[in-house]
C-alpha cells in the first residue's frame, strides 16, 4: 500500500520534534534559563548518532543525557544536534539526530515529549526514567543524584507528571 502524504501521524511527530529542536536551539543562543533542564534519551542504534565506543558498549540501545549545569559546545542543526558532555571526568562529543530521540523532558516545568509509539518507548515513559540506566551526563563529581532526580517526574508542585505527557499514540489509528 502507498504511503499517505497526509500522515498525521508523521506531520505531528515532525512537529513535535521542532519543538526539541527549537528548545535547544533557545539554549544554545541565550543558555538555560532560571531552573530549566533537559533529560533527553535517546536510541544509540539509530542512523547518524555519533558517540564514543566506550558509550556505545555501555549503552547499545539507548541512553539518557542530562543538559542543565555543565556541557558544551551545544550546536543544533536541521536534523541533529551536538554537545560535548563529561562522563567520568572525560569531555566526549555526541551527536543526536533528532529521529534517533524518544524522550524529551524538562523536569523544571513537568514537560514532557515522546516520540516512537512502540510499546516499550510507552512502558518507559509510563515507568518514568527510574527504570532506565542512571542519566549520563553529569557533570560535577557529586554523588549519584537522588531518585527524583533520576527518575520520578514531577511537575511544578510536585505531583506526577504524567498529565503532561504527550504520547503520540494519541493521534495513532487503533
Known sequence: MAEDPLSYESLVEHALRGVVRRALEVVAEQGLPGDH????????????????????????????IVLQHMFWDLEVGDESFSVALSFNNVRQ????????????????VGFVL??????ES????DEGAEDSEAPAGRHNDEAQPSESETGARVDDK???????I?????????
Do not use: C, W
Request: proline fraction near 6%; charged fraction near 30%.
Open 37 to 64: 533542564h533537559f533529560h533527553i534519551t535517546f536510541r544509540t542504534d539509530s542512523p547518524g548518532v555519533e558517540i564514543s565506543k566506550v558509550l556505545r558498549l555501555q549503552y547499545p540501545e539507548e541512553m539518557t
Open 122 to 125: 510507552d512502558d518507559r515513559a
Open 158 to 164: 510536585g505531583g506526577a507528571a504524567g498529565d503532561n
Open 166 to 174: 504527550v504520547p503520540l499514540d494519541t493521534f495513532r489509528k487503533k
Open 114 to 119: 515522546q516520540f516512537d509509539g512502540t510499546e
Open 93 to 108: 562529543a555526541l551527536v543526536v539526530p533528532f529521529d534517533a530521540v524518544t524522550i524529551f523532558q524538562d523536569r523544571s
